[in-house]
Antibody, heavy 118, light 110 residues
Framework: QVQLRESGPGLVKPSETLSLTCTVS??????????WNWIRQSPGEGLVWIGY???????TYNPSLKSRVTISLDTSMNQFSLKLTSATDADTAVYFC???????????WGQGALVTVS | QSVLTQPPSASGTPGQRVTISCSGS????????VYWYQQLPGTAPKLLIY???QRPSGVPDRFSGSKSGTSASLAISGLRSEDEADYHC???????????FGGGTKLTVL
């Protein structure tokens, strides 16, 4: 059974970089042709897809966040990470790391990590 | 404002059938698969329907999905109290090369 778990600071100052790591267990980030995604949900709002890193290391980002986002793989630790620069209060949200079988097909989710920018 | 449009709320009584709509355009739903997610309070979303109308194993057949043109629907029959949750639709937006979601529909079981 694949499991994902987010970790990182729960509080980030405005203008600083928001950084989160997702640890994957029960499967390898470089096998199976999967996409490894980050999705966020602001309080009381809907879901917003941030982007993915493919098992090969290639990436695709949401155009609305592209200038500030980096998603990368750490194959030695079986992890992938999110960096969002120049954080503002609009980036306050629960951040989910998610595996997808294909674009939009999100089959395994982490429990979510609340990050507050203040 | 979300690319996909869902009603903000829906409701029904136990045993009823309810449907939730998801409206898009030719650059997303019209040319891509639709996915549905159920989010119980305080938890991560869970895949409910994939590729328009397919159910993952373990999802009851009370849940069904359909797609016609640039719109999709999620139907829940035999409504139960445990179905009270937020429901989100998703699709691929070709003009943005991005996954897009609806704003979510909060389902209340009266």
């Amino acid at each position: 059974q694949v499991q994902l778990r987010e970790s990182g600071p729960g509080l980030v100052k405005p203008s600083e970089t928001l950084s989160l790591t997702c640890t994957v267990s029960g499967g390898s980030v470089i096998s199976g042709s999967y996409y490894w995604n980050w999705i966020r949900q602001s309080p009381g709002e809907g879901l917003v897809w941030i982007g993915y890193v493919y098992y090969s290391g290639s990436t695709t980002y949401n155009p609305s966040l592209k200038s500030r986002v980096t998603i990368s793989l750490d194959t030695s630790m079986n992890q992938f990470s999110l960096k969002l620069t120049s954080a503002t209060d609009a980036d306050t949200a629960v951040y989910f790391c998610v595996r997808s079988y294909s674009l939009g097909h999100f089959d395994y989710w982490g429990q979510g990590a609340l990050v507050t920018v203040s | 404002q979300s690319v996909l449009t869902q009603p903000p709320s829906a409701s029904g009584t136990p045993g009823q059938r309810v449907t939730i709509s998801c409206s898009g355009s030719g650059s997303n739903i019209g040319n891509s698969y639709v996915y549905w997610y159920q989010q119980l309070p305080g938890t991560a979303p869970k895949l409910l329907i994939y590729r328009n109308d397919q159910r993952p194993s373990g999802v009851p057949d009370r849940f069904s999905g359909s797609k016609s043109g640039t719109s999709a629907s999620l139907a829940i029959s035999g409504l139960r109290s445990e179905d009270e949750a937020d429901y989100h639709c998703a699709s691929w937006e070709h003009s943005l090369s991005a996954v897009v979601f609806g704003g979510g529909t909060k389902l209340t079981v009266l």
